[in-house]
């Protein structure tokens, strides 16, 4: 570890978004010297993007938080953890009593799914908050597909991904990797591997109002139009089903509500969607025929598909189409990635499950759905407004900012400044965070051991890989782990200085008790102290990983599987441990309460009356809409600060297609007006054809110019935040995932 002033060189998986790459860095003393992609690491052969590249500089950033922050008459000051916690103790457990468990919320960013300690200790937290009002960046994303994965094959995690390095033929939707180096896809280098799939003779085709970098990688982009993916693909569909197209082999048997599909579909005929989507009717017709002849193909779609109006509903289309292809669960097709650790059904047994429930509460004021155990974050702000029983009072933040990633971010900031009291777990005082009563700093990737738990389960090859920190944990900081247990435990009315080594144990305990007595496991049955005696030598995350990974998939079961991977196996490779490329796992990875998959659950099959409508009422042409973008070197609202991403000309900028510039008299590098139902900002136009008509497009993540912030570079290259202009009134009807695309917005000369 650190101390010696000798160059060292270190391997360590790039926590900062979800393609996972291998970092290898040399360091000298304290100090990062170099960073660059690791050449040996057989998942991320060397793929680094600028990004990862500037892991040193955010480890240096001396904007990072390092201390504790108590808010004292409207100012920040630096604090001891003691004094912190204590303010902590003396406020949240009072609030909790007094107006009930809903009354402390929650909202957990979106770091907090790529660091273990978070991924394994924030459940303990929520389990002690048990407030329903729990909300997370999950429903400005993914919680379309968790919910059409949930309905359709029992987990929310049982996410299909493309297999991208064995495809004839991929269609995206909505997504651009080769900027945002892919999402529910982990896959380092989609740009080598878009190029692969192009040099073996295979076919790219992109859906996408902007010609994106993937597009103009791809064999043919179509600009669609925002938010009609599910009128599209329904054309698509009809399309198969009306010129027998459909094949799906082998899946037929496993699916429920296949021989329903074709009455469904049969009043979107390619001639009825085509305007509403923007795409030609024969160009739909050969679109079909192309998917459904191609040897292989897998048919995905990200972000822009879920954050719009039929986000759910277009997920389910998304799979309904792998599947009448035939091309779920196959080579080349789309299939279930099985992880080391927390994969589906591991072990091959059972293929029926408790399948999904939606909807088991709802939100107070506006009657919202849960989803996954979550609440809408779109409903944050009025829970908060609103007074009577149940009214949000506390709200504990752990990596996020949604004061600029969730809609209507400027009432949120309004709201939160109203709570009684709020805590935030962030490594910056931003635009968020900067309300709270007390900042717990959490610590510096290159601090932290690294198991990208989560996106392993959605790799587009079978990996392994645990890194250990590079750097110790400084003096006067904490692992976050710790963090979430000492907070647990004030929550759970052990005071300010609550047993975290206990805590911790009883966690591990209850890990311990499932493994050996559930039948399923490889270790059923077997001696608990046989194991305990046998992850002895760690504590924390590591001894929870250990025991996950040697009861999971490829583990050694301790001791009945001679080879089986442990901790010690990971951590003894530098690199990743290759567990081989996607294979088949249906039926036995289906956890449905049928055993089925279930091709036309009643809630989708309900929602195509709104798409009729919707198809009904906007045959084509109408106003303005909004959608967003990333750029390479941005990460969501929380990279600003790193001087080498914000370097350049500006990025904030809003895309508008040539014609539509002429007619609204912006000229480039202008500055225009865009105003939604909910809001007013100016940014300056960038004239470009890279947009279709009656499109704009503005990056989110930006808006840094609060001054209650400590972001000095971010400041200086503010922007300004496009969730100031998306409807937190608008969301998904089945996850009550925010719709970020597709706003309806005006545009005038400044
Ligand atoms: N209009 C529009 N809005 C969007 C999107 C969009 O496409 N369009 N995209 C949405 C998506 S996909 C997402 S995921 C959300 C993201 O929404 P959020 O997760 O709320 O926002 P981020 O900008 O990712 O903020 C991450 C926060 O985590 C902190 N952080 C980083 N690393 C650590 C760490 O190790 N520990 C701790 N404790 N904190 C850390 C950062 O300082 C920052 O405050 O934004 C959404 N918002
Ligand atoms: N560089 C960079 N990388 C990132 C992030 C980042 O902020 N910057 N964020 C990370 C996160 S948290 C996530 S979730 C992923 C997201 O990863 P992606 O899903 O690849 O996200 P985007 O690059 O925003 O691509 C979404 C595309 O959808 C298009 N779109 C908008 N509306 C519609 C629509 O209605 N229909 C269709 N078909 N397309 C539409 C947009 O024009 C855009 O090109 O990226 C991750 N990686
Ligand atoms: S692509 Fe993602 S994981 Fe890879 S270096 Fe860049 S930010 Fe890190
Ligand atoms: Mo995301």
Redesign the pocket.
Known sequence: MSGSETESTHFHTCPL??ACCNLEIKTRGREVVSVRGDADDPFSNGFI?P?GAAIGALDADPDRLRTPLIKRDGRHVEATWDEAFAEIDKHLPRIANEHGRDAVAAYLG?PSAHHVGHGLYGRVLLKALSTHNLFS?STV??MPKQVSAGLMFGGSLSIPIPDVDHTDHLWI?????I?????LMTAPDMKGRLRKIRERGGRIVV????R?RTAEAADEHHF??????ALFLLGVINTLLTEERAAPGRLADMCNGLDRIGHLVRDFTPEAVADACGIASEEIRRLARELSSAKSAAVY?????C??EFGTTTSWLVDVLNVLTGNLDRKGGALFTKAAVGATNPHGKASKGRGMRLGRFKSRVRGLPEACGELPVACLSEEIETPGEGQIRALITVCGNPVLSTPNGARLKKALSSLEFMVSVDIYLNETTRHADVVLPGLSPLEQPHYPLAFTQLAVRNFARFTPAIFDVPDGQMPEWRILLRLAAIVGGQGPNGDVDGLDDFVFEQVLQKAVTSPDSPIFERDPDDIRRQVSRYRGPERLLDIQIRNGAYGDAFGTKPGGLTLATLAASEHAIDLGPLEPRLPVALRTASGKIELAPEPFVADLARVRARLAADPGEDGMVL??????????SWMHNIPSLVSGRARCTLHVHPEDASRLGLSDGSSARVSSRVGVVEAPVEITDAVMRGVV?LP??WGHSDTGSRLGVARANAGVCSNDLTDENEVDAHSGNAVL??IPIQVQAV
């Open positions: 978004c979800e993007c990004k979106n960046a994303d993914q939707l909505g997504g651009n990797p900027v945002s180096n892919g999402s859906f996408d109002p902007r994106t669609i139009r925002p938010g009609r993916d779609a990200r972000i822009g598909t954050t719009q959608v967003g973008r990333r750029d390479l070197r941005s990460n969501n497009s989110h993540g695309n597709g």
